[in-house]
Each structure stands twice: as C-alpha cells, then as structure tokens.
T-cell receptor, first 115, second 113 residues
C-alpha cells in the first residue's frame, strides 16, 4: 500500500532563517506531487506541483521554492522566511496518467510558525 | 475550474443523516464534482466524486441534480468523528499532468452528541 510521509511535524523558525520541508511517498512510482499551504482559518492554497523529477510548476508567486530530486521525494524550501510563511503545509500525491480517477492523497502536514 | 458555494457551517445530531449542500451553477459538461474532508490538524481525505449520476461508497452518497448546478453530500449516520471541514470541488478530470484541486473554504460540520 502507498504511504506519504512529511517531516518535521512541527517547526518554529525565526524570520529570515532558511526552511526545508521534506515529503516522501512509498509504494508507488511516477506520482504527481503537490505542495499546499493552509493559513490559519483559511482554505488550502496550491503552491507547487510536479509531474516528474526536476519538473516543478509554481502556482503563486512567493518566497518559497520546490524541488524534486528523486521520483518520490518533494522538498519545499526558502532562503529567508517571512512572518507570512507561517501555516500548515501539506504534501499530496496522485496517480499520473489516470484519466478517470485522480484522487489526491495527503500527508500528515507540517505546522510552521515563523516568529 | 468552476467556483463552488458552500455554507460556512452546519450542525448535525449524532446518528442522524448529515446533508451538505454545494452550489456550482457555472459547472461545465466535462467537470466532475469532488468531495474531500479535513479533520482538524490533519490532511484532507477524499470522500467521493461524480459526474452526473448519483454515487455511493462506504463513506457517503453524492446526489447531483439533473441540471448539475448543485449537489449534496450525504453522510447517512453521522458520528462525532465526522466533525470536519467538508470541501466541494469541481474540476475537469485531466488525468496526468495538470491534476490540480482548487479548495474553497468549505463547510464546517459539527456533529453534536
């Protein structure tokens, strides 16, 4: 069966510090991968998605970047965190190439607080 | 993808059916209706999806009106563990590359004991 892991679960970082959040998927190959952010009391916002190694699409301009160094690894980074980067970060995956069934499976999330 | 409108919150008594409405009046012919839910501090969980026929699975039923401009998610016997934010999303089933979900603010369902 497939599983998706995210770490760390919680993170408190000062403004201006770097960030690296990691997501890995097990039990599947060639998945689509996604990073979402949920600000306090708000809906989920899609940040990045990837259809393959080294292929990243950005949905919104921001202080963050994403990378996919391996097929089942997705990394969210920042060189200098802003207060507005605080939120709940979720990684998700879906089956690539399915025409009728494209459910997304979400990880447990990382709660980031920037002080 | 078409925009959806959901009530911000609803209450339901434990053991009763929970009926969550969603309006999607600008839905296109090739757009599916998806439902996800998010329990507090967890990632969203897929519930069900459909195109124009009513659908049922082990979690819920999805009723789509004939004109497809609205739908209702039904949890037949709500439990306290069903307390969550429920998201209604309409999207084209692209498959492959652009498999994106656009989440709104959803409906907070509070199941009362």
């Amino acid at each position: 069966s497939q599983t998706i892991h995210q770490w760390p679960a919680t993170l408190v970082q000062p403004v201006g510090s770097p960030l690296s959040l990691e997501c890995t998927v097990e039990g599947t190959s060639n998945p689509n991968l996604y990073w979402y952010r949920q600000a306090a009391g708000r809906g989920l916002q899609l940040l990045f998605y990837s259809v393959g190694i080294g292929q990243i699409s950005s949905e919104v301009p921001q202080n963050l970047s994403a990378s996919r160094p391996q097929d089942r690894q997705f990394i969210l980074s920042s060189k200098k965190l802003l207060l507005s980067d605080s939120g709940f970060y979720l990684c998700a995956w879906s089956v690539r190439g399915s025409l009728t069934y494209n459910e997304q499976f979400f990880g447990p999330g990382t709660r980031l607080t920037v002080l | 993808d078409a925009k959806t409108t959901q009530p911000p919150s609803m209450d339901c008594a434990e053991g009763r059916a929970a009926n969550l409405p969603c309006n999607h009046s600008t839905i296109s012919g090739n757009e599916y209706v998806y439902w996800y839910r998010q329990i507090h501090s967890q990632g969203p969980q897929y519930i069900i999806h459909g195109l124009k026929n009513n659908e049922t699975n082990e979690m819920a039923s999805l009723i789509i009106t004939e004109d497809r401009k609205s739908s209702t998610l039904i949890l037949p016997h709500a439990t306290l563990r069903d307390t969550a934010v429920y998201y209604c999303i309409v999207r084209v089933n692209y498959g492959g590359a652009t498999n994106k979900l656009i989440f709104g603010t959803g409906t907070l369902l509070a199941v009362q004991p």
